[in-house]
């Protein structure tokens, strides 16, 4: 499998906060693209999310709303890693700032 490098997409990450939605959603498109030899997953991850929030067609719609069903599990799944890493990440900084 072909190593991808992480600083780029680390640095492209930062950058998409300040996107609009439709700018946002042909970034994950055009990431997704880079991605697909070297992880499929990943890249099909990111072609759902940018069909979920600004669909180019209703064809994309439309897969969109089927897999989000049948992804919806992993989603909250993950939304719970998500909240533990952000309380984690919280308490470190609290810690630091208390001189632990």
């Not at 600083?7 to 498109?29: C, I, K, Q, W, Y």
């Not at 969109?64 to 900084?93: K, P, Y």
Request: charged share 20%; hydrophobic share 50%; with cysteine.
């Amino acid at each position: 499998m072909e190593q991808v490098r992480l600083e780029p997409l680390v640095t492209e990450a930062e950058a998409l906060v300040a996107m609009s939605v439709g700018d946002l959603a042909d970034s994950f498109r055009t990431q997704s693209f880079h991605l697909m030899q070297a992880h499929p997953i990943a890249a099909a991850h990111l072609v759902l999310a940018a069909a979920s929030i600004a669909p180019t067609c209703a064809a994309e719609q439309d897969v969109a709303d089927e897999f989000s069903f049948v992804i919806v599990d992993f989603a909250q799944q993950l939304g719970a890693l998500h909240r533990r890493a952000v309380n984690r990440r919280a308490q470190e900084v609290a810690g630091v700032a208390h001189g632990h």
